[in-house]
């Protein structure tokens, strides 16, 4: 018997169809783009509110900037942009205009991770985590379905602080159900006893794959889905070390300062540390091939998670 | 957060309208003495926290006068008024110019000004808008005011506002390119609520513009973009209060104000080492008595 067909969606329909609602409920909800307005979904919103799109061209710098002048004048401005150019660009208006300034934008950062497959390394976001992870007061949330990239966007338009939203592009299931978005709360999708895998982004729904695989093999894996990466729920990272034996990380970015390494620093400052796999991009451009096929090349499949997580719950440790 | 001196406020609130009232002659000699006040207090600054921007912090600081007693519309004890024009130091290097004419202004008392650069002071090296009022957004890295500067002029459009936007730039700054991504911007959308101001002074840290990357011909640049351009001697007050409230068109206005590094303080006039040399006690001393002329 086969597997019934899962329905999968690209999140920037849902983002761009709770900004326009948002935008219906609150004049102050503005969007800002560089030249994105299809690859940001935007045209419905440029349709209804052609006013309150402003698109620079293709120009990140000023991009960011023109956002923390809107919002510094008490608008929400949603900057959208391909997360490379967004984050790589604009790196330091969003540490100075936005972080430090402490002005209220909300920076969108689409089609992240290795979304853009093909186009190779120069379009792929997989360093925004990293980069933006060590800005203070910048608040990283990383949505995994439609669902709650919904409840994302809502809670982010009256957060009234720095935002960085990285919207998804390469389809996913969904699997949040009916649970809202939590700012700053990691969310148990399945409990188990043996190791916690910690997901973001993309990687959910692989965990809670992987997780049911493993159950068959007789390995009980709680999956956490880490939505905000900073900052992050440590206490859910030490009931994991409580409560199971083994901590597996998987994010569609590198693993030099994102998620895996978030929880790796606080996992080596308890008392006991748990042992520990990061799936991830370790410090390598992408060769040429799709998204399905780079997350395979990279380890970053439900399989590579199951065996991650096998394999230290069967480790002498 | 610093708060309001409302002596010094009520001060300057007298100062504007005496400007106001005033002649041609009277205007000048208002706006010069209270620039040179500025500059003095600037070079207390700088001598007692042994770090500063000197040479453009005497440079900008007749703009920055004539912005602030008879331009901006603004209130020192209001310093969130939805409405209020305004002001953003690209330049951010200069904040103790900034600094010495804020205090003047009575958005934070003047004896604030003793902790400049000092451990937990408030006044930063470079300004913090979360720490002093009148600070509109926080700058130092260079290239970054101009676009801030058009997200406020483009919210102003939206809210159907009368407030302007003036920003100040620094010239070497404008080798930055983030400006012309900005400038295009403005010039696009027509940015009529928006005035840039160069400090054009022609010195850089580390070498005159011209020899290190070529600006001229700047006006022409500007209006390339779409912007009107007026050139201007930039420690004229009268020559620069009319520029800053001159009848707009439907463009954006640049305004050129050529100026001199180390403006008023003769042994630093136009010398680039005087971009960030701290004065000894005794130059200080020098510096105040060619001010006090």
């Not at chain 2, 600094?99 to 003047?104: K, N």
Request: hydrophobic letters at 45%; glycine letters at 8%; charged letters at 25%.
């Amino acid at each position: 018997m086969s597997a019934p067909v899962q329905e999968l969606f690209d999140c920037r329909v849902a983002f761009a169809d709770e900004l326009s609602a948002l935008a219906r409920e609150d004049e102050r909800i503005v969007a800002v783009c560089n030249d994105s307005v299809g690859s940001s979904n935007l045209v419905k919103f440029q349709q209804e509110f052609p006013d309150r799109l402003i698109n620079v061209g293709i120009a990140e710098q000023d991009m960011v900037g023109v956002g923390a002048g809107l919002a510094l004048s008490g608008y929400v401005p949603f900057v959208c942009g391909a997360s490379p150019f967004l984050t790589g660009r604009a790196l330091e208006q969003i540490k100075a205009d936005v972080a430090y300034s402490r002005s209220p934008v909300v920076l969108c950062g689409m089609s992240p991770g290795m979304a853009y497959g093909e186009l190779g390394p120069t379009h792929h976001s997989i360093e925004d985590l990293s980069w933006l992870r060590a800005i203070a007061g910048l608040d990283v949330v990383v949505p995994a379905d439609p669902a709650e990239t919904r409840s994302a966007v809502r809670w982010a338009a009256n957060a009234a602080r720095p935002v960085f939203l990285r919207v998804g592009r390469f389809k996913v299931p969904a699997v949040t159900g009916d649970r809202d978005f939590t700012f700053g709360a990691a969310s148990r999708l399945r409990d188990g006893s043996d190791v916690t895998v910690v997901a973001t982004g993309t990687m959910v729904s692989r965990a809670l794959e992987a997780a049911e695989e493993a159950a068959a093999e007789g390995v009980s894996v709680r999956v956490l889905n880490m939505s905000t990466i900073a900052p992050l729920d440590e206490d859910a990272i030490r009931e994991a070390m409580r409560d199971t034996r083994a901590i597996v990380t998987a994010e569609e970015a590198t693993t030099t300062g994102g998620l895996g390494a978030a929880v790796a620093a606080v996992v080596v400052t308890e008392r006991t540390p748990v042992p520990m796999r990061m799936l991830g991009v370790h410090r390598e451009f992408a060769p040429t091939g799709n998204t399905a096929f780079l997350l395979e090349h990279f380890g970053l499949t439900a399989g590579d998670i199951r065996q991650a997580a096998i394999g230290l719950a069967r480790a002498d440790v | 957060m610093l708060v309001a001196d409302p002596r010094t406020a009520a001060a300057w609130r007298s100062f504007r309208q005496e400007f106001a009232d005033a002649g041609p002659e009277r205007r000048r000699e208002m706006l010069r003495e209270r620039a040179n006040q500025s500059r003095t207090a600037d070079l207390h600054m700088i001598g007692r926290a042994g770090l500063g921007h000197v040479g453009g912090d005497m440079s900008v600081l007749d703009i920055l006068t004539t912005l602030f007693f008879s331009v901006l519309r603004i209130d020192p004890e209001k310093p969130d008024w939805a409405d209020r024009d305004r002001f953003v130091l690209s330049k951010g290097h200069t904040a103790g110019a900034l600094y010495a004419t804020l205090a003047a202004t009575g958005f934070f008392a003047t004896a604030e000004l003793d902790t400049f650069a000092g451990p937990l002071s408030p006044l930063n090296g470079h300004p913090n808008r979360v720490k002093v009022p009148g600070v509109e957004t926080n700058t130092g890295p260079l290239g970054h005011g101009l676009p801030i500067s058009v997200g406020m002029a483009v919210a102003g459009r939206l809210s159907a506002s009368s407030r302007h936007v003036y920003v100040v730039l620094g010239d070497g700054e404008l080798q930055e390119g983030s400006n012309w991504e900005a400038a295009m911007t403005a010039g696009h959308r027509r940015l009529s609520n928006l005035t840039a101001v160069v400090d054009r002074n022609r010195l850089q840290q580390g070498a005159r513009t011209e020899e290190t990357n070529t600006l001229d011909p700047l006006d022409d640049k500007f209006r390339a973009f779409g912007w009107d351009v007026l050139e201007v001697d930039g420690h004229d007050h009268l020559a620069l209060h009319e520029a800053f409230t001159a009848p707009r068109g439907e463009r954006p206005t640049c305004v050129i104000a050529n100026t001199t590094k180390g403006r008023g303080v003769s042994f630093m006039e136009d010398r680039v080492e005087w971009h960030h040399k701290v004065p000894s006690a005794e130059q200080i001393v020098a510096a105040e008595a060619e001010l006090a002329r």
